[in-house]
Structures are given as structure tokens and as C-alpha cells.
């Protein structure tokens, strides 16, 4: 009979989840993120050991993300750019992890209905959308499904001190790792788990937990090295300490609040502005309700050791988030994907324990709690369903951001970016503005508008944005690219091969500024040096088309037209526009050459 239950309860989650979901197969790729890590990441399109490899030791928008990388790159040899394959991963990613969100929860309680009250709530609140309905949220739901495996792992080799179970729980975590950095709190996760079961602190207990703790000490450094490298990331140097305690406080309760009341969600949620050199009067309230909250919880041990276990389950998880540890975005939704579960433990707990309380109205009380869990379930998913939509494209995804927050300088940007990809120049002049109106050093909105006045055949226009540029950051390799191009063309070539040149030394694997700066030498007829640019841009990608046509044009302008041959048919089959009038004299020279 009870198995029976479960199978019920878990097939119900999983149908309710899946229909809340129902409208992500329908989306798009959109341009946060997803073109960086995806439909322009020409890494992922090649499966090569030699794509492997580099997937392994790069940084990816500023993260050491390299399992999630290769999960791209799967999807990519046999889908292509079908944006639904990879939602359809995502969904079902999240479905695996609904699952073992309720397998946990039953060796936590042994209880199948505060297990299916958790993963209920865990599979179809509204938070869930970013990181489910986001292509690269797959960071999130790849990573979380192995670090749940990792804990159901350590659970069974702690109740049936079997080794393997151990190993394994070892493997999934170091897996979890390369999905995403996050997962470094796992350590911390196991002592608390040894915390609810009241095993003992002692050296035995410390010591198994080593391994962890230095695989989670070196991804640890490894995510610290990758935020110094992204040149494009928000800071919060602007708050000292305090603030910055203020604004964790207001975090913490911002995440509390929108998990009872999931209204006004966004991708992106401004950071705030100081009134007076002061934060606004909301974080201070914050911090004081946090504080209270924090005597409340620990007022509770005396009782059950389940609230104090569910509290720091959300805040050991969402530390590395905090803005005392890191730089990035204040808040987002995607931030809670693992740690709400330490909140729906509690809650799931709770609902249970007013079930099953025996009062004179117990079977009115039951109707009612019944009632009220099947309208919150009802009206979550609703709103899921309709927060889905909202990821159907770029445009969409950006007007819902500018519709809650009007002062938000990404949005504008990214909207700017979405104008400029139709061609709609001007309209993307106004967005880049206006992203710049609102943040005045926002390198990549002065980035933008260089190549969108240089798209406009604007020059000196995009020169002197692209300066600006350069000024807020002198180590934007892209900045000095694209300024080194535009010198190109206007005939400025020492001013085009120092920019380019310099553009490598920021970042030596810059496959495009090679391949500008091998243009840049053919226009000045040294051919060599332009040959050993585009090889070394088809050394750092080989799947390189313009390189391979450029270098074709090289060889024939130094007469050695058979390499100049399979370059053209390698650019060919890559899909590269080769002239016809090129590959006409291509081919007389050829046959002038045989005769």
C-alpha cells in the first residue's frame, strides 16, 4: 500500500511539473548568456578530443563550468541548434531532480508525505523558471542533479557503512564541481546531515569529510580565479562592509518574501542605489527581521532539530551567492534552485504536523489544510506556466524586465543587442543610450555602440565609443579588436596591427583577432605574417571558415595553389560564402599552372 502511495504521489508530481513547464518547448535561445555559451560558442560544435580539451581549461563568462560545456557540445552533434533539445534536456533534468528531491527527503524523514509536500513545491514554484526555462540555466539543473545524487550517496554509506557508496558519492561530487562551482557547500551539507541524525562529532566523522573539503577548497580557488578573469563583471566596491551585510540581509529576506508570494519576478533585480550616502531604509529593516529570524531558529532546538537543520540547509547553499563572498548579481531566482529546499523541508514538515494533530475539528482542519495546499499548488504552477512564456525570446524576456525595473542599464543593452541583430541601427543607438544614461561605465553598452556605428559605416563615431570603452577597462580584448578592424578598413594598418596585437596579449587564444590582424598584413602584401596569423586562428579553432578562406586567398597571392585549394574546400565545407570570381581564377590559375 505504500509503495503504491508513492508511485501515486511521485507520478503526480512529475505530470503537474511537466504541465507547468509545458510552454519552455516552445522557446527560443535568448541573448543572456545562451549566444555566449551556446549558438555562439564555436567550441561546442566540434566533438573532438582537441574541443574537449579546450573545454576543460577554459572559463566560460567568467565561470569553470566544463561538464555543463560538454553537455552543449552532445547536444549540439546531434541536434544542432534546435533550441528544443536543449530545453527539452533542461525539463528533463529538472523531472530526474524532482525525483531524487523526494528520495531525499523520505531517508531524511521517512515520510512520504512531507516528501511529496517538498518536491511538490520545490518542482513547480515560479523561482524554478530561470533555471529550468533558461538555457544556460542548465548550470543549475546539471549540477544539482549530481550533488543531490552525492548526497543520497553519503546518506546510504552513513546508514549502511558501505564503502562504494562512499566512492560514489566522492565521483558525483567532484562531477558536480565541473557542472558548477556552486556545489562546494557540499561538505558543509554532509555535517549537517550528520547534525540531524545526532551522530557524533568526532575525529572519524572530520576525517571522512577531508577528500571533500579539499576538492571543495580547490573548485573554490578555481571560481575565485575565474571572477578575476571576465572582464565584464558588476562589482560591489562601491559598499563598504556594512553595507554589504545590510544588503545580504536584504537578500535573504527578498528570497524569503518571493518564496511566499512569487510576484514580480525577473532575470535581473537592480542593485540598489545609496540616498544621502545611505542604503534605502528596507535594509535596514532587513537586517533586523533577519536577526530576529535567526533568534527564532535557534530558539527551536530545544524542540526539533528539523528547523535549525532546514534554515542552515538554505543559507550553507546559498552562501557562496552572498555578496560578502562574491561579485555578480545582487539576486536571482536561479541563486535558490538548491537551497529552497532546506525552506520546503520546513514547510513540508510543518504542513504535516498540522495534519495529523488531534483536535475536536480534526476532520474539518484536514479539509481545510487540503484545500488551502491544493490552491497554493494551483495558483504556483498557473504562475509558472505563464513565467515560462516570458523565455520565449530575447525581446520578450528583456521588455518583462523593463516593465517591473525601468532603470535597468542590462536589460536596455541586451534589448540594444536585439535591435542590432535585425539591422534596426538606430533603435539600438537609443537602447545602448539609454543602458549608459543609467550606468555611465558600462563598458559593454560603450562597446555595443562602437560596433553598431561601425556597422553604420560611422567610423570615427564607433573609434571614439570603442576609446570610451577602453578607458573604463583597458584589458577588454574584444574593445581593441574591434577598434583594430575599424582601422583596417580605414587604412590606418599600424594603428589596426598594434590594436589587434594587443588584443592577444590580453587573451593569446583570441582566434578572430588573429584572423584580423592575418587580414591586416595581406592588405599591406606580407603574406607570410599573414599565413602564420590564420593558422594560429584555425590552431585555436579549427572550424575557423573566414580564417581558412583568408589563408586561401594568402596562398594563391604567394602562388601555392594547391594549399590554397584545400583551404577553399575546407572554407566550403564549413559553409563559408567563397566568390565565384576568386574560385574561377582560382581554378584557371590551376589549370595554367598543370599545362
Not at 561546442?44 to 579546450?54: A, C, F, G
Not at 553598452?445 to 560611422?458: R, S, V
Not at 598584413?521 to 579553432?541: M, P, Q
Not at 580564417?547 to 596562398?555: F, G, L, V
Request: contains cysteine; glycine residues 6%.
Amino acid at each position: 500500500m505504500k509503495k503504491r502511495k508513492t508511485v501515486i504521489l511521485i507520478f503526480l508530481t512529475l505530470i503537474l511539473t511537466i504541465i507547468a513547464f509545458l510552454p519552455s518547448f516552445e522557446n527560443g535561445f535568448t541573448n543572456w548568456d545562451d549566444n555566449e555559451l551556446v549558438t555562439s560558442n564555436t567550441i561546442i560544435m566540434d566533438l573532438s578530443w582537441h574541443n574537449i580539451k579546450t573545454i576543460f581549461t577554459t572559463f566560460y563568462l567568467s565561470a569553470y563550468i566544463p561538464l555543463t560545456i560538454l553537455s552543449y557540445s552532445l547536444e549540439y552533434h546531434f541536434f544542432k541548434l534546435d533550441p528544443r533539445a536543449y530545453h527539452t534536456t533542461n525539463i528533463v533534468l529538472h523531472l530526474f531532480n524532482c525525483l531524487l528531491v523526494f528520495w531525499l527527503i523520505y531517508k531524511l524523514s521517512s515520510n512520504i508525505y512531507i516528501s511529496f509536500v517538498t518536491t511538490i513545491l520545490f518542482a513547480i514554484h515560479p523561482l524554478r523558471v530561470e533555471s529550468v526555462a533558461w538555457i544556460t540555466g542548465r548550470k543549475d539543473v546539471l549540477y544539482s542533479f549530481l550533488f543531490l545524487g552525492a548526497l543520497l550517496s553519503y546518506l546510504y554509506y552513513r546508514g549502511k557503512q558501505v564503502i562504494k557508496y562512499y566512492w560514489l558519492s566522492l565521483f558525483l561530487f567532484i562531477l558536480s564541481v565541473l557542472a558548477k562551482g556552486m556545489a562546494v557547500t557540499f561538505p558543509f551539507v554532509l555535517l549537517l546531515c550528520d547534525y540531524l541524525f545526532h551522530r557524533k562529532f568526532n575525529k572519524y566523522l572530520l576525517l571522512e569529510k577531508i577528500p571533500f573539503f579539499v576538492i571543495a577548497l580547490v573548485f573554490g580557488v578555481i571560481a575565485i580565479l575565474g571572477e578575476r578573469s571576465f572582464e565584464d563583471i558588476t562589482t560591489t566596491s562601491s559598499f563598504i562592509f556594512f553595507d554589504k551585510v545590510l544588503i545580504v540581509s536584504y537578500g535573504l529576506l527578498f528570497y524569503l518574501t518571493k518564496i511566499a508570494v512569487p510576484v514580480k519576478l525577473s532575470c535581473y533585480y537592480p542593485y540598489p542605489e545609496k540616498i544621502g550616502g545611505f542604503l534605502p531604509p528596507i535594509f535596514f529593516f532587513s537586517f533586523i527581521i533577519i536577526v530576529g529570524l535567526i533568534i527564532a531558529v535557534i530558539l527551536t532546538k530545544k524542540y526539533t532539530r528539523k528547523v535549525i537543520f532546514g534554515s542552515l540547509f538554505f543559507l550553507i547553499a546559498i552562501l557562496p551567492y552572498l555578496q560578502l563572498i562574491r561579485a555578480g548579481q545582487l539576486i536571482a531566482n536561479r541563486y535558490i534552485y538548491i537551497p529552497s529546499i532546506g525552506l520546503f523541508y520546513m514547510v513540508g514538515t510543518g504542513f504535516f504536523w498540522l495534519y495529523t494533530r488531534k483536535l475536536r475539528s480534526v476532520n474539518v482542519l484536514k479539509s481545510v489544510l487540503g484545500i488551502i495546499f491544493i490552491g497554493i499548488v494551483g495558483v504556483l504552477s498557473f504562475i509558472t506556466f505563464n513565467q515560462c512564456r516570458i523565455w520565449k525570446d530575447s525581446m520578450t524576456l528583456w521588455n518583462n524586465v523593463l516593465d517591473k525595473y525601468p532603470n535597468v542599464p542590462v536589460a536596455y543593452n541586451n534589448r540594444g543587442t536585439v535591435y542590432y541583430d535585425k539591422g534596426e541601427y538606430d533603435k539600438a543607438v537609443t537602447e545602448f543610450t539609454l543602458a549608459l544614461k543609467y550606468n555611465p561605465n558600462y563598458v559593454r553598452a560603450y562597446y555595443n555602440l562602437g560596433i553598431t556605428y561601425d556597422a553604420k559605416g560611422e567610423y570615427d563615431r564607433a573609434i571614439i565609443e570603442l576609446n570610451k570603452a577602453l578607458m573604463v577597462n583597458p584589458k577588454y580584448a574584444a574593445a581593441y579588436n574591434n577598434r583594430g578592424l575599424i582601422y583596417g578598413r580605414v587604412g590606418e594598418y599600424d594603428k589596426a596591427i598594434a590594436d589587434l596585437t594587443k588584443a592577444l596579449k590580453i587573451n593569446p587564444k583570441y582566434a578572430e583577432a588573429y584572423c584580423n590582424r592575418g587580414i591586416t598584413y595581406g592588405r599591406i602584401e606580407k603574406y607570410d605574417r599573414a599565413i602564420v596569423d590564420f593558422t594560429e586562428a584555425l590552431r585555436n579553432d579549427h572550424k575557423y571558415a573566414e580564417a581558412y578562406y583568408n589563408r586561401a586567398i594568402a596562398y594563391f597571392l604567394i602562388k601555392e595553389y594547391e594549399k590554397a585549394w584545400q583551404d577553399v574546400r575546407k572554407s566550403e565545407g564549413l559553409g563559408y560564402p567563397v566568390d565565384p570570381n576568386f574560385l574561377e581564377l582560382l581554378i584557371e590559375t590551376s589549370k595554367g599552372q598543370h599545362r
